[in-house]
């Protein structure tokens, strides 16, 4: 915790993005064209966007990735500094900064391509980075920088005491030494039916069910579920990672406020456009749950 609040230290290794957005009715089948309704460019990247939810929700956040030196990569720096996340180790490396090409339909549902640019040269963790680790309470990772780093860093922060909260997305088979140094880990339904058994390791497990809320599964086989707030959807880019930065922001005061509190950032990022765009303040959240 943080010496003035009890915010919550919290280091987010991961990938930053320039989104450019198309939204339609529908979106096409293979070999098909249809015509699109808007554009916009939107900074997103799941660790990017997990790091200004958490911010939004209440942590103390630190900023670990990489941007490259094309035209996106001075808008991608603001969107974290103006949201007063901790850029001291964001690092710039020659060439292209992360791009993902999204589609968004009219019920709001996304198609999404990432190509890593700057976020694929995540490749080793300094003294700095490692410092920064140990000294935080809680690690939060995603999987759109190479897993070696994520793996390197999820035992640093084992061994340290920080807490280690994993969204595997997107989704692939992992080390079982890295499933090993994992605290918690927040994955969506589809993710946890193809991770399937390589989460009963996890202490944690977090599973998103989109508009039914999420469910919750502890040591000792204790279980929780959190309706979500209903709310008209825009666009759901983003959601999962709204949720997942809160749900770190809230972790210290115990698994079922957690959820109630992640749910809420959830729901309240699918009612805008874009990805860190849309994502919630702590006090949009604590008026959204009072008026359940
Ligand atoms: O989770 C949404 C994010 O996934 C987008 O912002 C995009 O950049 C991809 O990383």
């Not at 959601?239 to 729901?267: I, K, M, N, S, V």
Request: glycine share 10%; proline share 5%.
């Amino acid at each position: 915790m943080t010496a003035e609040s009890d915010a919550p230290a919290i280091v987010v290794l991961g990938s930053i993005n320039m989104d450019l957005v198309t939204t339609t009715g529908r979106r096409p089948a293979p070999g098909e064209t249809v015509l699109g309704t808007g554009f916009a460019m939107v900074p997103g990247g799941k660790g990017a966007n997990q790091a200004v939810a958490a911010r939004r929700a209440g942590g103390e956040v630190r900023f670990l990735g990489a941007i490259g030196t094309d035209v996106f990569a001075a808008e991608l720096r603001r969107t974290l500094t103006d949201a007063a996340v901790s850029t001291d180790r964001l690092r710039t490396v020659a060439g292209p900064s992360g791009v993902a090409t999204i589609v968004v339909d009219g019920d709001g549902e996304n198609s999404i391509i990432v190509v890593g640019g700057a976020n694929a040269r995540m490749t080793a963790l300094t003294e700095n980075d490692l410092a920064a680790i140990a000294a935080a309470d809680i690690l939060l990772c995603q999987l759109e920088i190479p897993v070696d780093t994520v793996a390197a860093a999820a035992h640093h922060a084992r061994a340290n005491d920080t807490t280690v909260v994993l969204n595997p997305s997107p989704a692939r088979h992992l080390p079982a030494e890295l499933w090993a140094d994992v605290d918690v880990a927040v994955v969506n339904s589809g993710e946890a039916e193809r991770l399937g058994a390589d989460l009963d390791p996890v202490a944690h497990l977090v599973v998103t069910r989109g508009a039914a809320g999420a469910d919750y599964r502890g040591p000792a086989g204790a279980r929780l579920s959190r309706p979500s707030p209903q709310v008209d959807v825009v666009d759901t880019t983003g959601a999962g990672d709204a949720f997942t930065g809160a749900l770190a922001a809230a972790w210290h005061r115990g698994p079922e406020w957690a959820l109630t509190w992640a749910c809420a950032a959830g729901a309240l990022a699918t009612t805008r456009l874009g990805a860190s765009s849309s994502i919630p303040t702590r006090e949009e959240i604590t008026a959204a749950l009072a008026a359940e």
